[in-house]
């Protein structure tokens, strides 16, 4: 049992003890109130639930996209580099060609 859930049962017991005879109100008047409010304690505490539930999803996601945002960051630079290396590669090549030294060895 949550701390809410803990919470919400003891609420229902407090409000389940007759103090009202004290003051001289009676159980029927308060019955279909009690109902009421017991209803919207337990659907308060459904909202509740499910607002962490959709925390915990968005804290997740945010995690899940901020990894992969950094693994296609990688993956950019490493591609930028391999493509600077070859067209460095490209040019000393054409270079050498221009110049009449023999291309790759030849």
Do not use: C, Y
Not at 11 to 26: F, Q
Not at 76 to 89: D, H, P, Y
């Amino acid at each position: 049992m949550t701390l809410e859930q803990k919470e919400v049962s003891d609420e229902d017991r407090l409000m389940d003890e007759d103090s009202a005879v004290m003051e001289g109100i009676k159980d029927e008047d308060f019955d279909s109130t009690k109902d009421k409010l017991k209803t919207l304690r337990r659907l308060l505490a459904d909202i509740q639930t499910k607002q962490q539930q959709e925390r915990h999803r968005l804290i997740v996601h945010a995690a899940t996209n901020e990894h992969s945002h950094s693994r296609m960051v990688l993956s950019s630079l490493l591609e930028t580099i391999l493509f600077m290396a070859v067209t460095g590669f490209q040019v000393f090549t054409i270079r050498r060609w221009f110049k009449g030294a023999p291309v790759l060895g030849r």
